[in-house]
């Protein structure tokens, strides 16, 4: 299956400004957490990701999982403008019946692998799918995007030390790391320094990346692992993400977590995106 390349840059400003549609006509939450997480996502879709929109049930396809799952608008708009489902669904989201529901939902959503949203459970599951990927000598990926706040949950711990051991080199975790999680700063509700130590201790190869650089991004995803001090061990990317990214007023302020823009700061949010020289995404533009 091979990797098709887009202007991820591009890609991202359509993503963000999706998202904030989306949440204002849902009346929904999680904005915050969706913006932070868009250059992750853009770039694995973008180029990194081996899966495609006509082979959903290749067996060998690269698995994405956003365990972070309250952030789904960010998840269904990037696969709406990757040609997954067509872009006039997001226009459902969150509505009664739909399936793109407020947590990420797999159900009748082409290209979400797994429903997430109970934090502590997309590593876990990641790593089931990386062993028996591995176990069937398949070429597959698997990729996972946590949320900081997400690793207060023991269950990633015990996938964190499962990995390693049996030697998941085809495992890649992401943690969105903008310091801000549901009631407070991720320092003040529950300190996760020293982050970067607490995963190599767990014999995790660790790199940390601007989240929103997007060259950063695409060298750390696609290095091989001959450059990583233990190859044959899992890959631990700590991205520093800013919680609201791309619009001014959102850019790290917790009420955004929980609260929907209105008319006037949707117009506000789209103009400031759509403005030359607006904060899109850092790194080179030729993907």
């Given at each position: 299956?091979?990797?098709?390349?887009?202007?991820?840059?591009?890609?991202?400003?359509?993503?963000?400004?999706?998202?904030?549609?989306?949440?204002?006509?849902?009346k929904?939450?999680?904005?915050?957490?969706?913006?932070?997480?868009?250059?992750?996502?853009?770039?694995?879709?973008?180029g990194?990701?081996?899966?495609a929109?006509?082979?959903?049930?290749?067996p060998?396809?690269?698995?994405?999982?956003?365990?972070?799952?309250?952030?789904?608008?960010?998840?269904?708009?990037?696969?709406?403008?990757?040609?997954?489902?067509?872009?006039?669904?997001?226009?459902?989201?969150?509505?009664?019946?739909?399936?793109?529901?407020?947590?990420?939902?797999?159900?009748?959503?082409?290209?979400v692998?797994?429903?997430?949203?109970?934090?502590?459970?997309?590593?876990?599951?990641?790593?089931?799918?990386?062993?028996?990927?591995?176990?069937?000598?398949?070429?597959?990926?698997?990729?996972?995007?946590?949320?900081?706040?997400?690793?207060?949950?023991?269950?990633?711990?015990?996938?964190?030390?499962?990995?390693?051991?049996?030697?998941?080199?085809?495992?890649?975790?992401?943690?969105?790391?903008?310091?801000?999680?549901?009631?407070?700063?991720?320092?003040?509700?529950?300190?996760?320094?020293?982050?970067?130590?607490?995963?190599?201790?767990f014999?995790?190869?660790?790199?940390?990346?601007?989240?929103?650089?997007?060259a950063?991004?695409?060298?750390?995803?696609?290095?091989?692992p001959?450059?990583?001090?233990?190859?044959?061990?899992?890959?631990?990317l700590?991205?520093?993400?800013?919680?609201?990214?791309?619009?001014?007023?959102?850019?790290?302020?917790?009420?955004?977590?929980?609260?929907?823009?209105?008319?006037?700061?949707?117009?506000?949010?789209?103009?400031?995106?759509?403005?030359?020289?607006?904060?899109?995404?850092?790194?080179?533009?030729?993907?």
């Amino acid at each position: 299956m091979s990797i098709i390349e887009l202007d991820t840059v591009a890609l991202a400003r359509r993503i963000r400004a999706d998202v904030l549609r989306m949440v204002h006509a849902a009346k929904a939450s999680h904005v915050g957490s969706a913006l932070s997480c868009v250059d992750i996502l853009a770039v694995l879709y973008g180029g990194v990701l081996r899966v495609a929109p006509a082979k959903l049930d290749d067996p060998d396809r690269d698995r994405f999982i956003l365990s972070k799952g309250h952030a789904a608008a960010a998840i269904y708009a990037t696969l709406a403008n990757t040609g997954f489902f067509a872009r006039e669904r997001l226009a459902t989201y969150c509505a009664n019946g739909t399936a793109l529901a407020g947590h990420a939902h797999h159900h009748g959503v082409p290209g979400v692998e797994i429903s997430t949203g109970s934090l502590g459970h997309g590593l876990p599951i990641g790593v089931g799918m990386a062993l028996a990927a591995q176990a069937d000598g398949r070429p597959t990926k698997v990729y996972v995007v946590l949320s900081d706040g997400e690793c207060d949950e023991g269950s990633n711990w015990e996938a964190a030390l499962f990995a390693p051991q049996h030697k998941l080199r085809n495992l890649t975790a992401i943690v969105d790391y903008n310091k801000i999680q549901s009631y407070g700063r991720v320092a003040d509700v529950l300190e996760l320094h020293p982050l970067v130590d607490k995963w190599r201790a767990f014999r995790w190869n660790v790199r940390e990346v601007d989240g929103h650089d997007h060259a950063q991004l695409r060298q750390a995803l696609t290095a091989p692992p001959g450059v990583d001090e233990n190859p044959d061990h899992p890959r631990m990317l700590i991205a520093h993400t800013v919680k609201g990214k791309g619009v001014s007023f959102m850019e790290d302020q917790n009420v955004w977590h929980y609260r929907n823009p209105s008319d006037e700061q949707l117009a506000k949010a789209l103009a400031e995106l759509e403005a030359p020289g607006a904060a899109r995404g850092r790194g080179d533009k030729s993907k």
